[in-house]
């Protein structure tokens, strides 16, 4: 593992990848999230088939 042994802004390669891996995988949770709750809402809505916004 000699090529992760570099050190950049005194972090080596290898904490960088990690950093980069989290971050990846938080995003991706975030957006399967968002994604889950905007199909039971939308299913909630067309169950009650009502109009709560008012205009």
């Known amino acids: 593992m000699t090529f992760l042994q570099p050190v950049y802004a005194d972090n080596e390669l290898w904490v960088w990848f990690l950093a980069l891996g989290i971050f990846v995988g938080t995003f991706s949770l975030l957006k399967l999230a968002k994604w889950l709750l905007h ?6 809505r067309e169950k009650t088939k009502r109009d709560f916004i008012r205009r």
């Open 39 to 44: 199909r039971r809402l939308r299913a909630l």
